[in-house]
């Protein structure tokens, strides 16, 4: 083997509707990746156990981000969709990379920090090792990239970590056995079995923020819907939020110097520029200098057409749940496959299996 087959892995928690801010900051680049790369894409309900839902929501949240995928033109026949509870080699290697990470390394995780809040004594050790599971779901499959947002970053540089330790821990069986790949870690080239993992963050990334608090982001636990843009909601809905959409009462600047202090009228900017696949720039050569009278219709036009086909086929999916179950199943034996290939060597290298 001379090197790692390029694949593409990410995953989604099935925690609530899905935003715009969601679709725009994920599922529409997993949809683009489809042209370059193969893709797996998972609904990883394991990870969602760790805010503990209630087993109804957990099944509602798994089909409505599978449909979610689907609707938004993602391919379950040329691509893979699944969820990650089907698959139980992720549990497996995350037990093989609970074994190699460090505490220091999660002790350093800033979400862990963020979600435990001051009471960290009183947090599940599920939360606590969330990424070795999120780097045993990347490096089953050996994927090479993983499109990642901000949030995620630190977890993939740690998912990078653990690869790194696993090829230095056993270097000499993998070598042995003749299942690595030439690689470099620090000053020696040595035989590693998985990747080290890239980042693939393409353009500048998509902050969507609170409709009604342009300082905070769009978020799908936020109490108030009218902050955000689900998924699901009809095109009426939509108009409506960005017509109650927060603003002030300037026109819109001439150019994005005169975004300082402004907020909200920078992230419905942001939002046109995105769902128009444009810059900032380019929006505000259009709109600059007018009212939001002017610029909220235009965008809530713009809003309604891009969203609300996938909306409506999101919903038709839904109403059909044996049908999204079965993609996933279909899905899940070929995922499990997969990663069957890989922990048949990870047990033999790690001394599991002979």
Known sequence: MSSFEPLVFSGVQPTGN?????YLGAI????????????IYCVVDLHALTINP?????????????AAFLASGIDPVKHIVFNQAAVFQHSELAWVFNCIARMGWLNRMTQFKEKAGKDRENASVGLFAYPNLMAADILVYRATHVPVG?????????????????????RERTKALDLGVPMEIGDETIDGYFPITEPLIEGPATRIMSLRDGTKKMSKSDPSDLSRINLTDTA???AKKIRKAK????????DTSGFQGRPEAENLVNIYAALSETSNDAV?????????SVFKPALAELAVEKLAPIADEMRRLMADPGHIDAVLATGGERASALAEKTMVDVRRLVGLTV
Do not use: M
């Open 236 to 238: 009426d809905d939509i």
């Open 284 to 292: 505000l050569q259009e709109f600059g200098g007018q009212q939001f």
């Open 54 to 66: 209630s087993p109804q929501d957990l099944i509602d949240g798994r089909r409505a981000i599978a």
């Open 247 to 254: 603003t002030d009462p300037e026109p819109l600047p001439g």
């Open 150 to 170: 901000d949030d995620q970053k630190q977890h993939l540089e740690l998912t990078r970590d653990i690869a790194q330790k696993f090829n230095w821990d056993y």
């Open 28 to 39: 529409r680049k997993f949809v683009a990746l489809q042209d370059t790369h193969n893709c």
């Open 18 to 22: 899905l935003t715009l801010g969601n």
